[in-house]
């Protein structure tokens, strides 16, 4: 039986939701579209029934549109998120798009490219069918960088996964380089391959791009298949958490770390160490940091958390939240700040895989 | 007329994130700012005793620190000790303009 997608429109003027709802009910493939005229309402909705698309207004009483943004990024991760509002602000149209949403649209402009507006919703409830990128990232982003290559393209690749960003540049077909995750180039290539899902759209070259990849696409893909098998097929479990435990030693030497610990969510697990004994109070300060952080970015609606750093004459900290754990890095206080953040990233990834 | 004004909504509005540095001392009362008057001084406060919260809790884990700085995806917030209170700087950020995918800097 065919299932239709369901859209959900949020705005606190009821006229324009009803205006709203009738435009919308011209999309060809008929969506079931719902109302709601609060946030809470719209979070409830949310909630009882499994929709395709949010269509949020920012300016909104007790609740504004970037406060549902924020909790609909948690809570549902897989929906997409249209921002329509007539606030002409480029810093809330920064700030929507620091909170992950799909699309912002000022109303206006909805009216006068109702087309393109229907199209664009249109896509989003197609794409999961149409080619089923979002749920099987994987294969769907090795046929596109194939499909790149093989077509001599310049172009850039953007892939966006929860909250991580990744770039792949593209010249003539040839790969030249990638960033995600703090990493460039050849790394970065191989830690987007195992990416689990995501979103990606292609962006207008960069013909200046300086190269850093030089192997091919498909030496650099025959090395990920290996590895994979390698985990396919591992050794004993000792040697594999002896290699592990190697590999996480030389990220922390290359790089240049006093310590590192990570620390799980639930408090009945130990937190994990390296270079720095009696963890209690650290982890204490940690949690209660990233507790605050957090507390703090919801009031704000200052949009995900990206760290928290701390510093005094002796050292640097700098807390990073990763993959649901909380990671605390110790540097030495003559380390570079504006590398920092990426330094860390870089660590606690190999920590982390 | 009061009265009345129990049944009316609030005026929906969107809060612009702050910009400008503010002092507060150890009990958390704001000293002086230039963060924008338009800014509700209740979320002034919000920021300070969380603030106060890092930092003192800095202390009693007995790692002290003299900076904190938290970084959200469209806004700074950086603070340096005070002897128990802080000069707290928020810099809202522009995600669009940055250059890079790898994100801000510290």
């Given at each position: 039986?065919?299932?239709?997608?369901?859209?959900?429109?949020?705005?606190?003027?009821?006229?324009?939701?009803?205006?709203?709802?009738?435009?919308?009910?011209?999309?060809?493939?008929?969506?079931?579209?719902?109302?709601?005229?609060?946030?809470?309402?719209?979070?409830?909705?949310?909630?009882?029934?499994?929709?395709?698309?949010?269509?949020?207004?920012?300016?909104?009483?007790?609740?504004?549109?970037?406060?549902?943004?924020?909790?609909?990024?948690?809570?549902?991760?897989?929906?997409?998120?249209?921002?329509?509002?007539?606030?002409?602000?480029?810093?809330?149209?920064?700030?929507?798009?620091?909170?992950?949403?799909?699309?912002?649209?000022?109303?206006?402009?909805?009216?006068?490219?109702?087309?393109?507006?229907?199209?664009?919703?249109?896509?989003?409830?197609?794409?999961?069918?149409?080619?089923?990128?979002?749920?099987?990232?994987?294969?769907?982003?090795?046929?596109?960088?194939?499909?790149?290559?093989?077509?001599?393209?310049?172009?850039?690749?953007?892939?966006?996964?929860?909250?991580?960003?990744?770039?792949?540049?593209?010249?003539?077909?040839?790969?030249?380089?990638?960033?995600?995750?703090?990493?460039?180039?050849?790394?970065?290539?191989?830690?987007?391959?195992?990416?689990?899902?995501?979103?990606?759209?292609?962006?207008?070259?960069?013909?200046?791009?300086?190269?850093?990849?030089?192997?091919?696409?498909?030496?650099?893909?025959?090395?990920?298949?290996?590895?994979?098998?390698?985990?396919?097929?591992?050794?004993?479990?000792?040697?594999?958490?002896?290699?592990?435990?190697?590999?996480?030693?030389?990220?922390?030497?290359?790089?240049?770390?006093?310590?590192?610990?990570?620390?799980?969510?639930?408090?009945?697990?130990?937190?994990?160490?390296?270079?720095?004994?009696?963890?209690?109070?650290?982890?204490?300060?940690?949690?209660?940091?990233?507790?605050?952080?957090?507390?703090?970015?919801?009031?704000?609606?200052?949009?995900?958390?990206?760290?928290?750093?701390?510093?005094?004459?002796?050292?640097?900290?700098?807390?990073?939240?990763?993959?649901?754990?909380?990671?605390?890095?110790?540097?030495?206080?003559?380390?570079?700040?504006?590398?920092?953040?990426?330094?860390?990233?870089?660590?606690?990834?190999?920590?982390?895989? | 007329m009061g009265f009345l004004n129990w049944?009316?909504?609030?005026?929906?509005?969107?809060?612009?994130?702050?910009?400008?540095s503010f002092t507060v001392d150890r009990?958390?009362?704001?000293?002086?700012?230039?963060?924008?008057?338009?800014?509700?001084?209740?979320?002034?406060?919000?920021?300070?005793?969380?603030?106060?919260?890092?930092?003192?809790?800095?202390?009693?884990?007995?790692?002290?620190?003299?900076?904190?700085?938290?970084?959200?995806?469209?806004?700074?917030?950086?603070?340096?000790?005070?002897?128990?209170?802080?000069?707290?700087?928020?810099?809202?950020?522009?995600?669009?303009?940055?250059?890079?995918?790898?994100?801000?800097k510290p």
């Open positions: 039986m065919e299932t239709k997608h369901k859209i959900l429109i949020l705005d606190d003027d009821t006229d324009w939701l009803d205006t709203c709802r009738d435009f919308l009910a011209q999309l060809p493939s008929q969506p079931e579209i719902r109302i709601a005229a609060s946030g809470v309402r719209a979070l409830a909705m949310l909630d009882a029934q499994k929709f395709r698309v949010l269509i949020c207004d920012l300016k909104m009483p007790r609740m504004d549109g970037l406060q549902v943004l924020s909790i609909v990024r948690r809570r549902f991760p897989s929906l997409r998120t249209v921002v329509l509002t007539g606030l002409q602000d480029d810093q809330f149209r920064s700030r929507a798009y620091a909170l992950g949403v799909d699309l912002f649209w000022l109303k206006p402009d909805m009216q006068e490219n109702s087309q393109m507006f229907l199209d664009c919703i249109e896509s989003f409830l197609g794409r999961e069918d149409a080619d089923g990128f979002r749920d099987n990232h994987a294969r769907n982003l090795l046929d596109v960088i194939r499909m790149e290559c093989l077509a001599d393209n310049s172009s850039v690749l953007k892939i966006t996964s929860s909250r991580l960003v990744a770039k792949i540049w593209f010249h003539h077909g040839e790969l030249v380089d990638a960033a995600a995750e703090g990493a460039d180039g050849e790394a970065a290539f191989r830690r987007i391959l195992k990416w689990k899902s995501g979103t990606f759209e292609s962006l207008p070259a960069e013909p200046e791009r300086a190269r850093t990849i030089t192997k091919s696409v498909d030496a650099l893909m025959a090395e990920s298949e290996q590895r994979i098998d390698k985990y396919v097929n591992p050794g004993s479990p000792e040697e594999l958490e002896q290699q592990k435990l190697v590999e996480q030693l030389a990220a922390i030497a290359v790089e240049g770390a006093e310590f590192l610990v990570s620390i799980p969510a639930k408090k009945e697990i130990a937190p994990k160490s390296w270079g720095v004994k009696g963890t209690e109070n650290l982890t204490a300060w940690a949690r209660h940091a990233e507790k605050t952080a957090l507390r703090l970015g919801e009031i704000l609606s200052a949009g995900p958390l990206n760290y928290v750093a701390g510093s005094n004459l002796e050292r640097q900290l700098l807390l990073l939240p990763q993959n649901g754990k909380t990671f605390v890095v110790g540097w030495p206080p003559e380390a570079v700040g504006e590398k920092l953040f990426e330094q860390t990233k870089k660590l606690t990834f190999a920590w982390d895989s | 049944f009316s909504s609030p005026d929906p509005r969107v809060h612009n994130l702050p910009s400008g009990h958390g009362k704001v000293m002086s700012a230039t963060v924008g008057a338009d800014f509700p001084a209740s979320l002034l406060h919000d920021i300070a005793w969380e603030i106060l919260s890092v930092f003192k809790e800095a202390r009693t884990a007995q790692m002290p620190l003299a900076e904190v700085s938290l970084d959200f995806a469209g806004l700074q917030v950086s603070a340096r000790d005070m002897q128990g209170g802080a000069i707290i700087f928020l810099s809202p950020k522009n995600p669009l303009a940055t250059p890079s995918p790898a994100g801000a």
